[in-house]
């Protein structure tokens, strides 16, 4: 429900302002037809978003935005990466959008359990919903690194009123790149993506509010605080899996109603 609500207010606000989510969708502005595809772009996360809250309409949503946001990563992320792979910046922003397409990629393949092609197949089920989580796992070390390559900036984000705001900044650091290892690594997967979920949604509530709040028609406050929850949410859906190979939900149906209490 979270990262549905987090991707519904992405597309909101992509269709007040007509325009793309700044850094982190850097579209050309020199590209013909940008504000119809900035549109066209809202549209498709407000309806994806709205489309995961229904069990009816869950799987094709699930399918559109694994789809959309590969687009966005492949197309406006991965190019700056392979341009310029020494600056930490590109690999920051891969980073942040890659978080976001392994909880699309989750929700995809846990949506498409009894897909029987062939050609998908991989990227369904327990096998998908792991590639999600590799992918999570190489996502946030970046974001991790992020930290220490641009302390000074990181410093800047932590509340005034918060004491010792460097080793705050340094420890957050830290702990990106730990749950990155943690989920890649099998090394309490899920306790590392649920620290990782709670961080980036403390992160939120002390850093992206405050600012929504201070000047609350900045495109640019508002399209941070929407990413950052969206991440955090991303995280959440990636922890959800992790305790689903533990559970029940494995079994066919028919299986599970026949198990009876435990």
């Known amino acids: 429900m979270f990262f549905a609500l987090g991707l519904i207010g992405l597309g ?5 302002y007509g325009d793309f989510a700044l850094q982190w969708q ?7 037809g940008r504000t119809v595809l900035a549109y066209a772009s809202g549209a498709v996360l407000v309806l994806c978003g709205a489309g995961l809250l229904s069990r009816r309409t869950a799987s094709l949503s699930s399918s559109v935005l694994l789809v959309y946001t590969l687009i966005w990563l492949l197309l406006l992320k991965l190019p700056h990466v392979v341009m310029d792979p020494l600056q930490e910046f590109n690999w920051l922003g891969f980073g942040e959008i890659a978080m ?18 062939s050609k998908l197949k991989f990227a369904t089920g327990e096998s998908g919903a792991r590639i999600a989580r590799y992918l999570f796992g190489l996502a946030a070390i970046p974001v991790g690194l992020s930290h220490f390559v641009y302390a000074k900036e990181t410093i800047g984000f932590v509340p005034a009123w918060i004491p010792f705001r460097p ?38 509530a002390l850093v992206g509010v405050p600012l929504v709040i201070k000047t609350p028609t900045s495109q640019l406050n508002w399209t941070g605080l929407l990413i950052s929850w969206t991440i955090g949410a991303a995280a959440w859906v990636v922890a959800g899996s992790l305790s689903n190979k533990r559970s029940s939900s494995r079994l066919p149906d028919e299986l599970r109603g026949a198990r009876g209490p435990a």
């Open 167 to 204: 080793g705050w900044a340094y420890l957050t650091g830290a702990g990106h790149i730990a749950a990155g290892l943690g989920v890649l690594f099998g090394v309490l997967p899920r306790l590392a993506a649920l620290l990782e979920a709670a961080m980036i949604g403390v992160f939120t």
């Open 26 to 32: 850097p579209v050309p502005a020199s590209l013909t």
């Open 100 to 117: 976001i397409v392994a909880g699309s990629f989750v929700l995809f393949a846990l949506d498409h359990r009894q897909l029987d092609s």
């Open 12 to 16: 909101v606000l992509t269709l007040v």
